[in-house]
C-alpha cells in the first residue's frame, strides 16, 4: 500500500490581496447601493427609461471598475511585469468592451441616456475613490518574508 501525498496547506492571502478583497467588497456595496438610488431617482426622472439607464450605467461601471481590482487580485502573487501586462491588457479590454457597449446602446431609445451618464459616472468614481482609501487604510508593509 502506499500513503498518499499530503495536500498542501493553502498560503494564507496576502496583505496587498486583503487590501483588494476589501476594495471588491467596498465597490459591490457602492454598486449595490448606486443600483437602488440609481433606480429609483430614474424612474422618477423618465420613468422605465430611467430604469434602464440607471441598471446599464451600473453594468458599464461594474465592468470599468471591476475589472481592474479582479485582474490585481488574480495576479497579485505573479511577478510585478506579468501583473502590470494582465493589468494594462484588461484596461484595454474594457476600454474597447465600454466603446462597443455604447456604440451599440446609440441606436436604440429604451433607457435615458443622461441617467446612463451620470449612474455609470458616480460608479467608477465612487469606486476610485474607495480603491483609494482601502489602500491608504490597509497594513501592506514595504517588505514580505
Not at 78 to 88: E, G, L
Amino acid at each position: 500500500m502506499t500513503t498518499p501525498a499530503p495536500t498542501p496547506a493553502a498560503t494564507p492571502p496576502s496583505a496587498n490581496e486583503a487590501v483588494f478583497r476589501q476594495s471588491l467588497r467596498d465597490m459591490l456595496v457602492l454598486l449595490g447601493v448606486l443600483t437602488v438610488l440609481g433606480v429609483g431617482i430614474g424612474y422618477l426622472v423618465d420613468g422605465m427609461a430611467g430604469v434602464w439607464g440607471a441598471l446599464i450605467g451600473v453594468g458599464i461601471a461594474l465592468i470599468f471598475s471591476g475589472t481592474t481590482v479582479i485582474s490585481v487580485l488574480k495576479t497579485a502573487r505573479s511577478a510585478p511585469t506579468t501583473m502590470m501586462a494582465v493589468i494594462m491588457g484588461a484596461w484595454l479590454g474594457k476600454l474597447v468592451v465600454v466603446i462597443v457597449v455604447l456604440v451599440i446602446l446609440k441606436q436604440f431609445d429604451f433607457y435615458n441616456p443622461q441617467v446612463l451618464f451620470l449612474v455609470s459616472i458616480a460608479g467608477v468614481i465612487g469606486s476610485a475613490v474607495l480603491d483609494a482609501r482601502a489602500v491608504q487604510r490597509g497594513r501592506v508593509g514595504y517588505f514580505e518574508a
